[in-house]
């Protein structure tokens, strides 16, 4: 069965799930937010990124490369290429929404959604995050597919506090 996600946040909202005052509060499920935005950074285009870095992901369920480091104000091109079998995603965010938002895809797990810190890829395809990291800390990113984050399939960003400015062209390292 598959369900919109408008429509799932509809039902949760309805049977009073405490979902909507923390990470789906922002928005809709329709493209217009990244979850929890502020704390994790901002939606970029190509133009902007500073590099490109490319992740692999499996059906063992991991990340090639499971570990990033980035700067401050960085702003990367993630090139997501999933090398197995199985359907699987790429979304940036706290430890929190990643864990609420895989709760909702278990609930629902036909659930379709597209924000800006995510991309979901079918077997063998490739999709793209360009995504600026506006805060020094770390960042998670993780599989939100009904059972793969539980098993392992996350990852993080370390953003080092040291800034560097955006490009302005764009540039390959």
């Known amino acids: 069965m598959k369900i ?57 369920m991991r990340f090639s490369p499971a570990k990033i480091a980035v700067q401050k104000g960085e702003t990367i091109h993630f090139t997501i290429h999933n090398r197995g079998k199985l359907k699987h995603e790429f979304v940036l965010g706290t430890e929190k929404a990643l864990k609420e938002h895989a709760e909702l895809m278990r609930k629902f797990p036909g659930m379709e959604h597209a924000e800006d810190n995510m991309v979901s890829v079918a077997p063998g395809q490739s999709g793209d995050v360009i995504w600026r990291f506006t805060h020094s800390g770390k960042v998670l990113f993780a599989c939100l597919q009904p059972g793969h984050y539980d098993a392992g399939m996350k990852g993080v960003v370390a953003v080092d506090r040291k800034t560097i400015k955006p490009t302005v062209a764009g540039a390959s390292r």
């Open 4 to 60: 919109s996600l408008i429509a799932a946040f509809s039902l949760l909202l309805l049977v009073g799930s405490n979902l909507a005052g923390t990470a789906w509060a922002s928005g809709s499920h329709t493209g217009d937010h990244a979850h929890d935005a502020p704390a994790i950074g901002k939606p970029s285009t190509a133009g902007q990124a500073n590099r490109t870095v490319a992740i692999e992901m499996t059906d063992d």
